[in-house]
Nanobody, 119 residues
Framework: QLGESGGGLVQAGGSLRLSCAAS??????MGWFRQPPGKEREFVAT????????YYADSVKGRFTISRDSDKNTVYLQMHGLKSEDTAVYYC????????????????WGQGTQVTVST
């Protein structure tokens, strides 16, 4: 139900945009998590669909922007100023409730897309 795209290899300081299209239903909250190599999955950003409120991890504030296209039922993660520590598998997640920063509150997940930042 969640299909991600847009990952890849980018040099440090570069930009990427991830996309996540939801099919079959509309969610109240859609967001992004990431799992760096050898680490646990962590919160990146999330958005409450109905009012457009957004929330970010401190580590990405000012560099990443979450946005939506309601007509396409798609959420985006625009990433600028990428750093080596941003290297991770990025997952789209969705839920019917209000935004949470905790991954276990999201019952719906995409398959993940790899982002690798080279130095």
């Amino acid at each position: 139900q969640l299909g991600e795209s847009g990952g890849g290899l980018v040099q440090a300081g570069g930009s990427l945009r991830l996309s996540c299209a939801a099919s079959g239903r509309t969610f109240e909250t859609m967001g992004w998590f990431r799992q760096p190599p050898g680490k646990e999955r962590e919160f990146v950003a999330t958005m409450r669909w109905s009012i457009g409120s957004t929330y970010y991890a401190d580590s990405v504030k000012g560099r990443f922007t979450i946005s939506r296209d309601s007509d396409k039922n798609t959420v985006y993660l625009q990433m600028h100023g990428l750093k080596s520590e941003d290297t991770a598998v990025y997952y789209c997640a969705a839920e019917f409730g209000t935004p949470s920063l905790v991954n276990r509150d999201y019952p719906f997940w995409g398959q993940g897309t790899q982002v690798t930042v080279s130095t």
